[in-house]
């Protein structure tokens, strides 16, 4: 069946940015249809600025296109609804640690004893975030500007390493 086929293939899209991790187990696609003349596949991007969606859009329409059968391939980037870190396998989390990037929502089993006040404490950052590389819990937020708008720069004394992380997904209100 050709929607199993393109689901195989998107399988083997990688996202450039993050070279271990499938478009599929970080959860970018939104919508696979098929029909007797095409195939269409819907994306949802990490954010709206992300600087590899051009490589991604064909990467996907000549994965999509090798097992399409003939069929016109149109591949689409939607904005809503949002993607966020919900969306990732946990083949994609495993992805992520062992490339030396924190997933989302790899929180420590209890708080950490620390002496020093992070800034992200001040700014309730939520839980800390383990290290990919010895699981320490025991983090500091270096920076909030990392290669890419969802990910961060933080620093491990447990075993002196810098790493990035995801960032948590938040709910921004906006006042009335």
Known sequence: MVRDQVW????????PEI???SITDLGLVEAVRTSDDAVEVDLLPTFVGCPALD??????????KA????????????????WTSDRMTERGRE?????????????????PSLTFIPLSAVRGEGDPVRCPFCGSADTVL???????????????????NPFE?????????TPA
């Open 8 to 15: 195989q293939a998107l399988a083997t899209v990688h996202d």
């Open 19 to 21: 070279p271990p991790c």
């Open 55 to 64: 490589v991604i859009h064909e990467d996907v329409t000549a994965a999509v």
């Open 67 to 82: 097992v399409s059968e003939g069929r016109a391939v149109r591949v689409r980037f939607l904005y809503s609804p949002p």
């Open 95 to 111: 992805a992520l640690k062992a490339y030396g990037v924190t997933p989302p929502g790899q929180h420590a089993d209890q708080t």
């Open 142 to 160: 270096e920076s909030d500007f990392g290669p890419t708008l969802c990910r961060s720069i933080r620093f491990c004394p447990s075993c002196r």
């Open 165 to 173: 992380a995801f960032k948590a997904k938040t709910l921004h209100v």
